[in-house]
């Protein structure tokens, strides 16, 4: 028998996948991670279905749900939030089922990121003014930060900062990004705070007043922090894809109008 882990999308119950869905429609054991999935999602599961929140449990407690359908010859709906790949601590149970010779496999979501994109109506990747997206976080109750990866170094990049669980640390991003020459303190943030759920709010400022906005607000938690110049860009050339002097193999060269 297989655990399923899978990618319940930012908050949205019609933002999972078709594949998500199904397979949580028919594992008769379903494990969410509830502060972040909406029960609405995981009562797609089939009746009868073990549903446990795994929010209060433990990792030991979690793959021993996960070992005792196995033994049971049950599937198992391990839902996540957004895509389990971004800080989903999937890595760990992996390292456990591997150990315990119990397979597994992985559906994507979509990611916070992405829906917030797709909210804010911007496109994070803007010609001439920024091609590189960065997924990052910052440090503090959690595991520290590798060597190299601290934000005044990925900072020097100038690319658009997506900074998740973080929002309680926005005073040490603002210093840490605020200095370089690729940001300063009038460059774009925006804090999109529970993506994809009924009270989804997005607060829109600069690195110079971000701090100050989001504290107002009362944000604490489940809030995305998008730095860079090319949110909201304008003025910004058109892309080469659709340039009609650009040409590649499924738009070849067209031959001119006879006269």
Request: some cysteine; charged content about 20%; proline content about 7%.
């Amino acid at each position: 028998m297989t655990v399923h882990f899978i990618g319940a999308g930012p908050g949205a119950p019609d933002l999972i996948t078709v594949r998500g869905l199904k397979l949580i429609e028919r594992c008769p054991v379903c494990l969410y991670a509830g502060s972040l999935v909406p029960e609405e999602i995981v009562k797609a599961a089939p009746e009868g279905a073990r549903v446990l929140d795994t929010a209060p449990m433990t990792l030991d407690e979690i793959v021993a749900e996960m070992e005792a359908a196995h033994a049971a010859g049950q599937d198992v709906a391990r839902v996540h939030s957004g895509d389990p790949s971004l800080y989903g601590a999937i890595a760990e149970q992996m390292r456990r089922l591997d150990a315990l010779g119990i397979p597994y496999e992985i559906t994507p979501g979509v990611p916070a990121f992405a829906a917030a994109a797709a909210a804010l109506k911007t496109e994070l990747t803007v010609p001439e003014v920024c091609q590189t997206v960065i997924l990052t976080r910052t440090a503090m109750k959690s595991s520290k930060m590798p060597d190299g990866e601290e934000l005044a170094t990925l900072g020097k990049s100038g690319a658009t900062l997506a900074i998740h669980l973080s929002v309680r640390n926005i005073a040490h991003i603002q210093r840490e990004l605020t200095p370089l020459e690729a940001y300063g303190p009038d460059c774009p943030a925006i804090v999109a705070y529970r993506v994809g759920w009924p009270d989804e709010a997005f607060i829109k400022g600069t690195l110079s007043d971000i701090h100050q906005k989001i504290r107002a607000a009362k944000l604490t938690r489940t809030a995305l922090i998008f730095v860079g110049r090319g949110l909201g860009a304008t003025g910004f050339i058109d892309s080469k894809l659709y340039d009609a002097a650009h040409v590649h193999v499924l738009r070849p060269k067209r031959k001119a109008a006879a006269s």
